[in-house]
């Protein structure tokens, strides 16, 4: 669609005044259930999720605002036939069950739709959201409406109030702003799936229970700062059976990159990376604790955000130019790789102040109004703005966790790489060995040894590239750049034994350790010859 809010904002006020129309209850659920068909395409629009920067543009801001303002308007509806059927005592009669219970799950339906909008700008929802949707479980349980009437949801699972509740629930304490855009659609797609083998209800904490603070309006895992919690507005979440699911994908995995868990009941069947199951099952077992004490700071970086940009400063500031193509092993000439840039045409890059720091890394927060351009998994690079332009030391990272607010700004977790990256160019040679367009790469924990690896954890060394970057059986050429300006000529490696796979927004070169040790070797060394 050209224009989305040229069709979203229509729609809000026609929902707007449908509800402040007098209607019976039995009028107004299947009129409802018309505006529902033709705003469903209209609000959940996962166009460009995936490349979706922070902070969003000022139109995609708009969008999310009016859709869910639109979702708002459809569970205040569905509401308001559950409050009709139930006047003037607030309860439920035998005869109205079966609407209210079609009115209160399509309610949370909506309610549920307001808290995703709200994720995938990495923002806190509307005030009200999440205690509106403590309120209606609350009420459907007590009513017995909580499994009485379900929809089909995707995947064709039908899911009722207590399903929806459960939903809510995984996607929140699964702290979905560590997601990238990608991981977390296919979270939420999962989540019918995985609610399916999951229970909400009162009770005692218990071993595989999660408690959910039911009164307040934070997003759990929230809890109330001081005070004790009364035993009603505690319920827990018992995710057991879903632990043990998850447990058996895992050991049943191999090299397996995707795992697919089945629906409790029905032929539905979520997908989702072995990476992202890895990282539920920990979460959700409630077993991740804060590596390391943090300390306030008061420190303000330059930012420099993506493998592009990383690339350039990990090359001096230069920048290059692919004008020569690989033949074989030798090398590019200076001229044909790299150029100064000019000291009048530095970029301007967004500042950001730390708001706290360990040794493992910094939590950062940009002003509304810095062009960060961030996103969860991308790569970045900080310097402290006091050094000089020509003595900055750039600190290298990965954000973990993304929290925005179009009004006060951009907060995120940085998690600091154990070594300096290098910059490399990647060429595929075809059958004739000639060499294609080179594509930029930043090879990753270069020291880390098989040794270093066993006995400190360091993550294993590999090149990671923009997607997509698939070679197949293809023969690759490794060159790796200086930042010396006086030393720009690359060594290049070919490398016939190579495997690729994803890693969040990138793609990741896996090599022998004896081609990585020929790569890593000084610059300046003769090119070898290919073994």
Not at 30 to 56: K, S
Not at 185 to 195: G, I, K, Y
Not at 312 to 335: K, M, N, P, R
Request: glycine content about 8%.
């Amino acid at each position: 669609m050209a224009n989305r809010g040229s069709a979203l904002s229509p729609m809000r006020e026609i929902l707007r005044e449908f509800n402040a129309t007098p209607l019976g209850a039995r009028e107004r659920l299947p009129m409802l259930g018309v505006f529902e068909d033709a705003t469903a395409a209209l609000v959940d629009d996962a166009r460009n999720e995936t490349r979706e920067f922070f902070p969003m543009s000022a139109e995609r801001i708009e969008d999310a605002l009016l859709a869910s303002a639109i979702e708002r308007e459809l569970a205040l509806g569905y509401v308001a036939v559950v409050c009709d059927l139930c006047a003037p005592a607030g309860k439920v009669k035998i005869l109205h069950r079966g609407m209210v219970a079609e009115a209160l799950v399509r309610a949370c339906l909506h309610q549920n739709a307001r808290l995703w909008l709200a994720s995938r700008m990495h923002c806190e929802p509307d005030a009200g959201t999440w205690q509106g949707l403590h309120d209606m479980f609350r009420f459907a349980v007590a009513s017995g409406c909580a499994d009485k009437a379900e929809v089909t949801m995707t995947g064709g699972i039908r899911a009722g109030v207590r399903s929806i509740y459960a939903q809510a629930l995984l996607h929140a304490f699964a702290r979905p702003n560590h997601f990238t855009q990608k991981q977390n659609r296919q979270l939420h797609t999962s989540l019918p799936v995985l609610a399916s083998w999951c229970d909400v209800g009162p009770g005692h904490a218990l071993a595989g229970t999660i408690a959910v603070y039911a009164k307040g309006d934070a997003t759990p895992p929230t809890l109330p700062r001081s005070g004790p919690i009364d035993g009603e507005d505690c319920w827990l979440l018992d995710v057991s059976t879903l632990i043990a699911q998850l447990d058996s994908l895992l050991a049943a995995r191999g090299r397996e990159t995707e795992l697919h868990l089945r629906a409790k009941r029905g032929g539905a069947q979520a997908t989702l990376a072995a990476d992202t199951v890895e990282v539920l099952r920990r979460v959700w077992s409630a077993r991740i604790e804060r590596a390391s004490a943090r300390s306030p700071d008061d420190i303000v970086f330059e930012t420099e955000v993506g493998l592009a940009g990383l690339h350039g400063l990990l090359l001096g500031e230069q920048e290059i130019e692919f004008a020569l193509s690989l033949a074989g092993e030798v090398s590019t000439s200076a001229a044909s790789w790299a150029t100064r840039v000019p000291a009048d045409k530095q970029k301007q890059r967004a500042r950001a102040q730390v708001v706290d720091s360990s040794r493992h890394g910094y939590r950062l927060h940009w002003r509304s109004g810095e062009d960060a351009r961030v996103r969860v998994g991308e790569l970045i690079a900080l310097a402290p703005v006091e050094q000089q332009q020509d003595e900055r030391q750039w600190t290298y990272g990965a954000l973990r966790w993304l929290r925005a607010d179009p009004k006060v700004g951009i907060d995120a977790g940085i998690e600091l790489l154990p070594s300096t990256p290098i910059a490399v160019a990647v060429y595929v040679l075809d059958v004739g060995g000639r060499a294609g367009s080179p594509v930029r790469g930043i090879l990753f924990n270069a020291d880390a040894t098989a040794t270093k690896r066993k006995n400190d954890g360091a993550g294993e060394a590999s090149i990671w590239v923009p997607r997509p970057f698939a070679p197949g059986n293809a023969v690759l050429e490794v060159a790796r750049f200086s930042s010396d300006v006086d030393e720009v000529t690359p060594r290049s490696v070919r490398v016939a034994q190579f495997s690729v796979r994803d890693e969040g927004l990138y793609q990741k070169i896996q090599l022998p350790e004896e081609i990585l040790a020929r790569i890593v070797g000084p610059a300046t060394d003769a090119t070898a010859s290919s073994g």
